[in-house]
């Protein structure tokens, strides 16, 4: 079964601090990764994708790696400020046949606070 | 930017009522996805649609339908409303072939069965 896996479950971190916050998926044949930000109550945004052919991708503080052979990927948030704080979910497009169908499936997230 | 618009932002039904949640993708963008997100829970995916053709069919109930229309805009029917159907609903919209670009998502439609 294809399953996205997300560690840890909630993180405390003191402002200023560089974190990382991983995700593993059992399925190998991924198409692409998406990371979001979700505040309580609201919508998803959309952070980073990294493409399968990728082996990571920035913007801003944020860097996300992509390790296929392992399963993994992991979100690396630089200095992270208060502003920060919400639940971070990845998810993963599975590779269908060398195409994708779009449908993401969702790790149970990271509750990250960053306090002041 | 233009971000997904999705209409009704709050929706209150009573059990067995039916309710339509319409979902606008950005401008440009031909793929429109459906995720429902129970309390605790991460999204699930339900239903898609590219150029207006059903994409990819998640665990959506027989109870629910959706549909692409000519503007790229997408509706999802919800009938015989059950209170384990309460959740947030979102709608999510990307460019070109399902999968292959990132996915943008709306701020949810909450509904809430009585």
């Known amino acids: 079964k294809q399953e996205v896996t997300q560690i840890p479950a909630a993180l405390s971190v003191p402002e200023g601090e560089n974190l990382v916050l991983n995700c593993s998926f059992t399925d190998s044949a991924i198409y692409n990764l998406q990371w979001f930000r979700q505040d309580p109550g609201k919508g998803l945004t959309s952070l980073l994708l990294i493409q399968s052919s990728q082996r990571e991708q920035t913007s801003g503080r944020l860097n996300a790696s992509l390790d296929k052979s392992s399963g993994r990927s992991t979100l690396y948030i630089a200095a992270s400020q208060p502003g920060d704080s919400a639940t971070y979910l990845c998810a993963v497009s599975w590779n269908a046949g060398g195409t994708s169908y779009g449908k993401l499936t969702f790790g149970q997230g990271t509750i990250l606070t960053v306090h002041p | 930017a233009a971000g997904v618009i999705q209409s009704p932002r709050h929706l209150i039904k009573e059990k067995r009522e039916t309710a339509t949640l319409k979902c606008y993708p950005i401008?440009?963008?031909?793929?429109v996805y459906w995720y429902q997100q129970g309390p605790g829970q991460d999204p699930q995916f339900l239903i898609s649609f590219y150029e207006k053709m059903q994409s990819d069919k998640g665990s959506i109930p027989d109870r629910f339908s959706a549909q692409q229309f000519s503007d790229y805009h997408s509706e999802l029917n919800m009938s015989s409303l059950e209170l384990g159907d309460s959740a947030l609903y979102f709608c999510a919209s990307s460019l070109g072939h399902p999968g292959y670009n990132e996915q943008f998502f709306g701020p949810g439609t909450r509904l809430t069965v009585l």
């Open positions: 401008p440009r963008h031909d793929t």
